[in-house]
Structure formats: C-alpha cells, structure tokens
C-alpha cells in the first residue's frame, strides 16, 4: 500500500540551532490497520504493523531573495483612547515587534512624531531596549547586541510629551507617529509602520468687554460725530489650547442711515471693516442678530439698538483670535464714529428717551475638520447708554453753565485785581515810599522816647517844694525843652 503523506512544520524556534546551515531531522511514524470496507477506523493503533521511517529534511526557509533578509512587523496603538489635549499631557504608544524571517545579530529603529513631540521621558521599556533622543521629536532605539530570532516578539511602552500648541498650530487633532526599522544585516532595506493618535479638543472660554464711557447724553436736535472706543478680551481657560475667531456684530444702517460712520481697529487682526460690509437680517453669516422690542414693550424698558431695527442692519468684524494658550488671553481694539443725529433719530422713531446702543462679542471656532468643542462660559455684551436732552441737561445747556461759570470766575478775578491795584499793591515807588515813611515814624517815636527819659532825669536833679512847686531852674529847664521838643511830653512832678 502505497500512501501520500503531507507535512506542515509549525513555528519553529530558531534559538534552537547554531547557524542557519544546521538540518532539521523530522520522525514520521505511521501505524497500518487492518480495515475492511466501510470499517471505521479505530482509534487505537495495532502496535505490530508499526513501521519506523527516518529522513533528513532541509526547511524551505521561504525566502524571495538570497540571502534571506529579516521580516518585521509592528503594531503601535495608544495606550488610552479619547484623549483631551492639555498641557503637560503624555502620550503612551505601545509598540509590538516581530521578527517574520530570519534571525538577525542587531536591530534598531527610529521613531519620529509630526508635530515634533518631546522624548525627554521615556517611563517603560523592554530590558534588552536601549533609547536616546537625538533631537526634538526623533527618537533612536536599539536593541542590545542579542539575536533577534524569528517569530520572536518584543514588546515595549514609548511615553512623550506632547506639545498641544504645536498640534493646534498644524490645523491638526492628532499627533502621528512613524517607527522606522533597519537591521544591521547588509542589504537590508528599512521597514516603516505609522500610527496616528487623535484627540479631542475642548476649551472653556470667557469673554470680557468694556468701552472708554458707558453714557451718552444727546440735545434733542443734536448733530456730529462721537469717537466711541471699544475692546473685548478673550480668555483661554483651557485645557486644551483656543483656536477661534472673535465675530462682532455692529449696528449700522442703511448707507445716509448708517450709526457707525468709520471704524479702524487698533489691535488685532480684523477684518470685513474697511468698506462697512453691511449683512441683511435674512443673510446666514448674521450672527446672533436679534429683533427690537415692539412698542409696548419699548414702553417697559429702554430700548437696545442692535441689529434686528427695521433700518438697521450689520456691519461686523471677524477677528483672527490665533491659537490662544491655555491661561492666557487675546485682546481687540478698536473705535467707532457714530453719527449721534442718527441715534437721535432712531430713539424718536421708538417713542424712546434711553435706549442703548449693544455690541456683543461672539467666539466661533475655525471652520475645518478639527473635531473641537467650545464652551463660552462668559459671554461679553458692550452698552452704550444713549439718551436724548430731556432726560436731564442738554448738551447745550451744560455749554452755557460751562461758558458762564468761566465768565462770572474771570469778572471777578478782575475785580480783585482792580482792588488791589487800587491799593498800591502793584506800584512798587507808592510801596517805597510807606515803607519809608514807616521807618521815620519809628526812628522819631524812639528819639521822643529816649529825649523824654532824659528830660524826666534832669528834672529829678532839682528839689522841689511841695508848698511852692516848682523852683525856678525846674521851670526854666521845661520851657526850653518844650520850646526845642514840641512833641515832648514832660511829668511835672
């Protein structure tokens, strides 16, 4: 009896040989039974028939060049999924290597992330893997000095920073990482596998606004224009770094009806201003345009001027905000003219005395494929209070207090000046001469002083009676003092 026999070797462990040249010896036993038909065959063999058969095989290494070069494969994947990029996040790629051909003395390979990620941190690896960064996002690993057997797996985790701003600044989610085999044996070509991670991108945003003044008080036919400043901030509160635009919608008119006359942005990167783009109410690209109240309830509250007025419609910057990091803000700026007869106006046309002129702020994300999520957990709305005259002063009538305040102030400086003019406050010979004329007095009111003192001692020499007054000298000496000291006064004792 005559039988064909197929052999199929399983995975065989190269370790086991010395050299490739080494032969396989395979045993084939096969055992005889006596059948008859439609026998089945018994599981047990008849251990007497057994023949014994021995031959020297040599494997088919399969191999479509020669010599015969080294197979690898390998599986990355991350080691988390739905990741929300973040600042100082890591990213793990596990990596699994095989060897499908034939057994190589030493194995290395690059890896190499788009953007450019930081290896400075490698946490996990295999013991018999060696790794060193050679610059900003590529890596090279290589095996120790051992042989890479066939069909042998070694297994390893690569940690790395990833830089969330350079991913934002690509227009990209993900981050792709490419490992780039190459074996030592001669004439081997590189192998390169690639993965791609992707995340989610997710920020929490605030938006602050603010204006030079907050008030406008208007004369009941009041005419010209207003330089009216606005700016609003826009705050990243993370985690994951802002990439949006800053739309603002601006109440403007109808070409002679326009509010805003002009506007020049002085920071940021605006645009859509330079001829007052004006948007219809019905036009997609309007955002966020709401309605006036109707008239009753104009009657509960002032009313807003915004877009949605029968003859106002939107002019509307779009801001390039960039790619705002996390913690960190970016501000525009920018100024008005309005026209404030055509606010006026508009408040008349409402039965209104205050109304407000509003300009919101309104974040929006880049229109592209970038699978990202903005919470606007502040939304900023700027308000210009608006009021006609005959709610309080007019403007003309705070210009004439001003101009009367300043006239009546100046009257009576010249007033005072007058006074002292009049005075000799300002003639410096009429000043002279009193001080001179004081000085006089004095140095003839201390002579009179000291004349009299002398007198009076004089007096005192000569002896007086008490019965018959003054002697005769007494009185002679008196009417000679008196005669050259008119203003002397002289005791008589």
Same mark, same amino acid.
């Given at each position: &009896? ?5 052999? &199929?070797?399983? &995975? ?8 490739? *040249? %080494?032969?396989? #010896? ?27 058969? #021995?031959? &020297? ?11 015969? /070069? ?10 988390? +999924? ?14 699994? =290597?095989?060897?499908?051909? %034939? ?12 953007? $450019? ?15 060193? *960064? ?41 981050? +792709? ?25 997710? @920020? ?7 204006? %030079? ?15 009216? @400043? ?25 070409? /002679? ?16 201003? =330079? ?16 309605? =006036? ?7 509960? !509250?002032?009313?807003?001027? /915004? ?69 606007? #957990? ?5 308000? =210009? $209070? ?9 403007? #003309? ?7 009367? !305040? ?17 005075? !000799?406050?300002?003639?410096?010979? $009429? ?7 004081? $000085? ?16 009076? +001692? ?23 003092? +008196? ?11």
């Amino acid at each position: &009896t005559f039988v064909n026999v197929s052999l &199929t070797l399983g &995975t065989i462990d190269w370790r086991f040989f010395k050299s490739l *040249e %080494d032969p396989v #010896t395979v045993k084939l036993t096969f055992a005889l039974t006596d059948l008859s038909i439609g026998d089945e065959v018994v599981p047990m063999l008849h251990t007497d028939v057994i023949t014994t058969h #021995t031959k &020297t095989l040599e494997i088919n290494r399969n191999c479509s060049s020669d010599p015969c /070069k080294p197979a690898y494969v390998a599986l990355l994947q991350s080691a988390e +999924k739905n990741l929300t990029l973040q600042q100082n996040q890591e990213l793990s790629v596990q990596m699994a =290597l095989f060897n499908t051909g %034939d057994p190589v003395e030493k194995t290395e390979f690059f890896v190499e992330t788009f953007p $450019r990620m930081d290896f400075s941190r490698i946490i996990e690896g295999f013991s018999d893997l060696q790794c060193n *960064e050679i610059s900003m996002g590529y890596l090279h690993c290589e095996m120790r000095p051992v042989r890479f057997y066939a069909h042998q797996k070694y297994s390893f985790v690569l940690n790395f920073f990833i830089d969330p701003n350079a991913v934002v600044a690509k227009n990209s989610d993900h981050v +792709k990482v490419e490992v780039l085999f190459n074996s030592t044996e001669a004439n081997t070509d590189m192998t390169k596998f690639v993965m791609i991670s992707h995340f989610n991108l997710r @920020s929490n945003v605030r938006v602050v606004g603010g204006s %030079d003044f907050s008030e406008l008080i208007l004369a009941s036919s009041s005419e010209g224009i207003f330089k009216y @400043s606005v700016s609003f901030d826009v705050h990243n509160d993370g985690p994951s770094p802002l990439g949006a635009n800053l739309k603002i919608p601006i109440a403007s008119g109808h070409l /002679k009806s326009d509010i805003v006359k002009g506007i020049a942005v002085t920071k940021g990167k605006c645009s859509g201003f =330079l001829d007052l783009e004006i948007k219809s109410m019905n036009d997609p690209e309007n955002i966020k345009s709401e309605s =006036l109240t109707d008239g009753e309830a104009a009657e509960e !509250g002032p009313v807003e001027i /915004k877009c949605g007025l029968p003859v106002i419609s939107c002019t509307y910057l779009t801001c390039n905000l960039g790619y705002v990091k996390t913690t960190e803000f970016e501000s525009v700026e920018f100024t008005m003219d309005l026209d404030a007869s055509v606010l006026s106006a508009i408040l008349k046309g409402q039965s209104a005395e205050i109304g407000f002129f509003v300009i919101p702020g309104d974040v929006q994300q880049y229109d592209n494929n970038i699978p990202a999520f903005i919470n606007v #957990t502040e939304s900023a709305k700027v308000a =210009l $209070r608006v009021s006609v005259g005959s709610t309080g002063q007019q403007s #003309t009538d705070i210009l004439w207090y001003t101009i009367g !305040g300043s006239a009546g102030g100046f009257l009576i400086f010249i007033i005072i000046a007058l006074i002292l003019w009049k005075c !000799g406050f300002f003639n410096r010979k $009429r000043r002279g001469e009193i001080d001179r004329a004081k $000085r006089q007095s004095m140095m003839k009111q201390r002579q009179s002083n000291m004349m009299s003192s002398f007198v009076n +001692k004089e007096l005192n020499k000569h002896s007086s009676s008490p019965l018959n007054g003054d002697n005769k000298d007494s009185k002679l000496f008196r009417l000679s003092a +008196k005669k050259d000291y008119p203003d002397l006064e002289i005791q008589d004792r």
